[in-house]
């Protein structure tokens, strides 16, 4: 179990700012993100397009921003759990939060600020009638360990870049890779598209173009994949995996169930301090929503420095909170 | 004005007029709309999260450009006339077209 005494769910620019707000004011964050890196939508959807409207920057590149946060926070020493989201919020007779993930980490926080952005980014699936009672049993949208396809059958879909990636790779350690792409051509990295052309070629793979999913079956786990081309025509693939990779988008997921005021998929907070009706939580960021509201990175920062002071009566309840300015007092690492 | 119809996920249609002299994005208009569009990249065309198809209208209204492709070819599914309601500028091109919401549910 992970001890702190805050822990901030999303890992975007206000979660990593709010790690320095709340290091000010001696309190230590622990971050959880559904991504499998920090940074939010900046690293996972425009790391190279430039921001015009962070203070002080002129123009910089997201992920840059996303890089310096890590660099200003550093002294802070945040740690993190990536690449899990968050299912559960216990409250604790103390008033205190177990929090516990999909992957069933577990950590103790004195106060939870929710920063999660537009929700988390979960895979995008296919529309197949019976995906769900696979899911886990065959079906599965993500390479977490590469082991797990060694000496398999397996069938990915999708033509990006992930899908050409994790067919190159596959076709080294399952026992057959197939590859199914609804056009003729890939858009993804020219390299990556050739290298797939090149197995397919060689015999290392299966690669069915202008062909679409169509119906998967089995027995308590996936035993067939049915494909169907722009003819109409059925073909049946036995396999033991389908991995459907038609990107990410976000979706509010678990933090609809917390007992949460929400309106239009945003948490609802009070501008003294960016509280949400649950005493403890907190929403800063694209998450909530109040009157005058805009979705700003510089109004999350703003958020995350009320906040922060608002959160340091649960922290040290025994202490009185003195402002001080970084001019004033430097940033005292830990 | 332009006037042209949108037909939501349900399937209901409904006519929406908007200014061609704001600079305003379909999606804008969308969303002002109250139509249920996430727009997570804010009109980048990097998310597809605004993916609209063209039922009816021009035929170059129903042609996605090369960024568009990148980001509609990544979906389950799409259209032969899908598009990025981002990437389309509010004009008389919009005239009596109808619209069909195909972006995720937001919820």
């Known amino acids: ?334 | 004005m332009v006037k042209f119809t949108v037909e939501d996920q349900d399937g209901n249609r409904q006519e929406v007029e908007a200014p061609m002299d704001m600079g305003l994005s379909l999606m804008e208009v969308l969303k002002a709309s109250d139509y249920p569009i996430l727009a997570t990249c804010g009109g980048m065309a990097l998310c597809a999260t605004c993916h609209v198809e063209i039922l009816d209208g021009p035929s170059e209204l129903g042609e996605a450009t090369d960024v568009e492709l990148d980001q509609l070819e990544n979906l389950p599914e799409y259209y032969p006339t899908s598009r990025l309601s981002c990437q389309i500028r509010i004009s008389d091109q919009l005239d009596g077209a109808v619209i069909k919401l195909r972006g995720e549910d937001v919820v």
């Open chain 1, 1 to 334: 179990m992970i001890q702190t005494d805050i822990c901030i769910i999303g890992a975007g620019p206000v979660g990593l700012f709010a790690v320095f707000e709340a290091g000010l004011l001696k309190m230590r964050c622990h971050l959880i993100d559904a991504l499998p890196q920090v940074g939010g939508q900046l690293s996972e959807i425009y790391p190279q397009k430039p921001i015009y409207d962070i203070p002080g920057y002129p123009e910089i590149k997201a992920q840059e921003l996303v890089d310096n946060l890590m660099e200003q926070i550093k002294p802070f020493q945040p740690t993190f759990t990536l690449g899990e989201r968050v299912d559960h919020l216990d409250k604790q007779e103390d008033g205190s939060y177990m929090i516990t993930t999909n992957e069933k980490t577990k950590v103790h926080a004195k106060v939870i600020i929710i920063a999660g952005g537009l929700g988390c980014f979960e895979p995008r699936k296919p529309a197949l009638d019976n995906l769900e009672e696979f899911e886990g049993k065959g079906v599965t949208y993500m390479v977490k360990n590469p082991e797990t396809f060694r000496d398999k059958r397996v069938v990915l879909a999708g033509g990006g870049d992930s899908a050409l990636d994790w067919t190159i790779y596959l076709a080294k350690v399952a026992k057959k890779v197939t590859l199914v792409h609804r056009n003729e051509t890939f858009r993804g990295a020219p390299d990556s598209a050739s290298k797939v052309f090149d197995l397919a070629n060689e015999g290392k793979i299966d690669l069915i173009l202008s062909s679409n999913l169509k119906d998967i079956s089995g027995n308590g786990k996936l035993e067939s994949v049915t494909l169907e081309d722009k003819s109409k025509a059925e073909i049946k693939i036995d396999t033991d995996y389908l991995i459907p990779l038609f990107g990410l988008s976000p979706k509010l997921g678990p933090i609809a169930d917390w007992g949460l005021s929400i309106d239009k998929n945003a948490i609802e907070v009070d501008t003294r301090d960016y509280s949400t009706g649950v005493e403890r939580i907190y929403a800063i960021g694209d998450i909530n929503t109040y009157p005058g509201k805009l979705k700003l990175i510089l109004c999350g920062f703003h958020e995350a420095a009320i906040m922060m002071h608002s959160a340091f009566k649960y922290v040290y309840p025994d202490q009185k909170l003195s402002f001080k300015y970084t001019t004033v007092n430097g940033v005292n690492a830990f």
